[in-house]
């Protein structure tokens, strides 16, 4: 079993910037990926960003790239979402989720098995 718990969102304002964590716990040996997806009311879930945990390879979607990065903390299975020039249209819950494969890009939800419980980020202007 995996459990997964999300942390450092909140409320900003235009153009600032955000780190959420990943903490991952339990059969973390079983986890090869993971990665980020947010949803906003009224929309499907959509993926952000995601790292293969034993690789370091990292994918970011067009949606945010050049304002996101993720890495990670190994030895204490983290993983982060830097993001940065937040702009109101990036307000949503943002999830983390963890994959015992590679799930191909664009991220997918149904290849992640292990969802945490979601932080949610609100940028007004």
């Known amino acids: 079993l995996v459990q997964l718990a999300e942390s450092g969102g909140g409320s900003v304002l235009a153009g600032g910037s955000l780190r959420l964590g990943c903490v991952i716990s339990g059969s973390t040996l079983a986890i090869k990926y993971v990665g980020w997806f947010r949803q906003a009311p009224g929309k499907e879930r959509s993926g952000v960003a995601g790292?293969?945990?034993?690789?370091?390879?990292?994918y970011v979607d067009d949606s945010v790239k050049g304002r996101c990065t993720i890495s990670q903390e190994r030895i204490k299975d983290i993983v982060y979402l830097q993001l940065d020039s937040l702009d109101p249209d990036d307000t949503a819950m943002y999830y983390c989720?963890?994959?015992?494969?590679?799930?191909?890009?664009?991220?997918?939800?149904?290849?992640?098995?292990?969802w945490g419980q979601g932080t949610q980020v609100t940028v007004s202007s």
């Open positions: 790292i293969g945990t034993t690789t370091g390879d990292t």
């Open positions: 989720a963890a994959s015992t494969g590679w799930p191909g890009q664009p991220l997918q939800v149904g290849h992640f098995a292990y």
